[in-house]
């Protein structure tokens, strides 16, 4: 099982950073792609997949697996970069991001390995994830379903549907986390369409609502392994973050939401990135 909860803060704050690197060598392999909404995920891809979720890499089937869907599917150099590093797919597949005939597109395709669904028409996750969670619950199965939200995804009315249905039918077994790093493709996300006052929103839907800073591998732990916050409630986190993270250039701006790498803009990133201690 790849659950390891024995890896420390450092080695997970070590693969988070693995991510960003890898982002930026999918991104650069095709020539453009997604780096703020990648960047800005990174740590909590890092815990999801090398502490949380319980996942057998050889067996990406496996029937009690958890359930991750990503429906801000346009960050999927980030989910094929953890995935490679978890060892569901080669490494070797992330220089063939976006190219003809691969499996690791622009967004996630359920047909590679450790991919759950396929996402990147916004605001499907959350139904898809309470689908899940239920299908869960009619087979009296143990698995957790978690399913990422991005803050300019949410403007998109069906996650509200599916929010109040998941409350309704108590679905403590299914997580959502909100990447808020309050940009979206356009601009800032409070002066587009305003998701505030967030946490209150989720909570007169009912659900059970954490907040922490999404970059705080202490608290991105602890709120994960806190689940379900309360017993017969959906729980969200709403992880507070920066787009783009790691990277100056890139860090709170919609002008790299998705843009072309070319070497130079490589070769800058990854400086500032850094090796892995
Ligand atoms: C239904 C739909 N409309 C529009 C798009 C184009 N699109 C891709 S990413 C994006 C912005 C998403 O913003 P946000 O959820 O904040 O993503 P993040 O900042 O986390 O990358 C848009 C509008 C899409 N993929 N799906």
Redesign the pocket.
Known sequence: MLTNREATLDELRAHALQIRRNVWRALHAAGSG?M???L??ADILAALYFHHLRLRPSEPDWADRDRFILS????NAALGAVLAQAGFIDDAVLDQFYAYESLFGM?PDIKMAGVEMST????HGLSIGLGVALGARLQNKGFRTIVM????????GSNWEAAMAASHQKAANLTAIL?Y?K????GH?SEMLTLEPAPDKWRAFGWAVREIDGHDMDQIISALDELPYVEDKPSIIIAHTV?GKGVSFAEDTHLW??NMVPDEVFEKAMAELGEPA
């Open positions: 997604h703020g909404g990648s800005s995920a801000k599917g346009h960050a967004h990147g028409g916004l605001g939200l991005g803050d300019g995804e949410l403007q998109e990447d790093n940009v979206q493709q356009s996300v787009k939401h998705n």
